[in-house]
Structures are given as C-alpha cells and as structure tokens.
C-alpha cells in the first residue's frame, strides 16, 4: 500500500503529489528518501555482484594455471 504524502513532514506545507522535495522549506519527502534508499541498495548488490565476478575469475585463473 502506497500512501501518499500531502504535507511536509518538517514544516507542515501542502505537497505538490509525488513530489520529491518540499517547495517552502526543501526537505525531501518519504517518497524521494525512499527511493534512494532503494538506489543506495540496488547500488550496494551491483558492487557485491562485480566483487562477486572479480572473485571468480581469479579462482578460475588460479585453478586453470
Ligand atoms: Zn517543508
């Protein structure tokens, strides 16, 4: 269930829907910290996916020598 937010959770003023950023006062809504929670993630499993590659091609190297 997506709620969406109508006031800025720090100064009260209304909220342009789907809004990333409150107009008065600049804080970024729950619905943009959200999502960059999800990016930060998303770029977290990117880096464990390359690390992962990394790892295995210096084993198979290794192994094959
Ligand atoms: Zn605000």
Known sequence: MQQVQAACDTCGAALVPNAAYCERCGART???????R????????????????????????????
Do not use: D, H, N
């Open 38 to 65: 999800l990016a930060i993630r998303v770029e977290l499993l990117f880096f464990a996916l390359v690390v992962g590659i990394v790892i295995a091609f210096t084993w198979i190297y290794s192994v094959q020598r």
């Open 30 to 36: 729950r619905r943009a910290r959200r999502l960059v």
